[in-house]
């Protein structure tokens, strides 16, 4: 059944070239005045099952992929990391909540202080953020339309993934996703 779906959904995600950024896509650094916290926004309104994402974006980093002009050949997979999901999780609400897609978090934090509060010690680690999709395989495929954002995606040296989605009804996206990465460090 799964196999049936990442074949109807997948096949495999190519990017798609565009002149200019999409304006969705969250810039490393967020200028600009932050709204209020969306209303109703909801722990445990999921978009999509971690098996289901992981499927997603390993069989994508099975393919390779074209990122801006450089080629990504076939990565390794990756496996689900539960201190990733808890990064994300908590990044994802803080999106949703300042109603803006950036890297930063509502207390200053960044990825790796994020992932590095859940207990992972990390030798790299990158993360991604879409808003206003509801599916993964759309999700994924606006990913691999920016050339960093999909450089993060098939990264060859990271071994750990946590994709978070959710929905927060009144927010100004609706739809949050949350992308972490990372290697330990050895």
Same mark, same amino acid.
């Given at each position: 059944?799964?196999?049936?779906?990442?074949?109807?959904?997948?096949?495999?995600? *190519?990017? *798609?070239?565009?002149? &200019?950024?999409?304006?969705?896509?969250?810039?490393?650094?967020?200028?600009?005045?932050?709204?209020?916290?969306?209303?109703?926004?909801?722990?445990?309104?999921?978009?999509?099952?971690?098996?289901?994402?992981?499927?997603?974006?390993?069989? *994508? &980093?099975?393919?390779?992929?074209?990122?801006? =002009?450089? !080629?990504?050949?076939?990565?390794?997979?990756?496996?689900? #990391?539960?201190?990733?999901?808890?990064?994300?999780?908590? #990044?994802?609400?803080?999106?949703?909540?300042?109603?803006?897609?950036? #890297?930063?978090?509502?207390?200053?934090?960044?990825?790796?202080? &994020?992932?590095?509060?859940?207990?992972?010690?990390?030798?790299?680690?990158?993360?991604?953020?879409?808003?206003?999709?509801?599916?993964?395989? =759309? !999700?994924?495929?606006?990913?691999?339309?920016?050339?960093?954002?999909?450089? !993060?995606?098939?990264?060859?040296?990271?071994?750990?993934?946590?994709v978070v989605g959710r929905h927060f009804p009144g927010s100004r996206l609706g739809h949050y996703w949350v992308m972490v990465v990372a290697?330990?460090?050895?």
């Amino acid at each position: 059944m799964l196999r049936g779906y990442i074949m109807k959904h997948l096949r495999p995600l *190519q990017p *798609q070239t565009r002149s &200019r950024a999409a304006p969705w896509l969250a810039p490393l650094v967020l200028w600009g005045a932050l709204a209020a916290a969306p209303a109703g926004a909801a722990l445990d309104d999921s978009l999509a099952e971690p098996t289901e994402v992981l499927a997603l974006v390993n069989a *994508q &980093r099975a393919a390779g992929a074209t990122c801006g =002009d450089e !080629t990504m050949p076939p990565a390794p997979p990756l496996q689900w #990391h539960a201190a990733m999901e808890q990064a994300a999780a908590d #990044h994802v609400q803080d999106v949703a909540a300042l109603a803006a897609l950036t #890297h930063i978090g509502s207390d200053g934090s960044s990825v790796g202080a &994020r992932v590095w509060r859940h207990g992972y010690v990390w030798g790299g680690v990158a993360e991604n953020v879409a808003g206003g999709y509801r599916g993964a395989a =759309d !999700t994924l495929r606006l990913w691999l339309r920016s050339p960093s954002h999909c450089r !993060t995606l098939m990264g060859p040296r990271y071994r750990h993934v946590a994709v978070v989605g959710r929905h927060f009804p009144g927010s100004r996206l609706g739809h949050y996703w949350v992308m972490v990465v990372a290697r330990p460090m050895r």
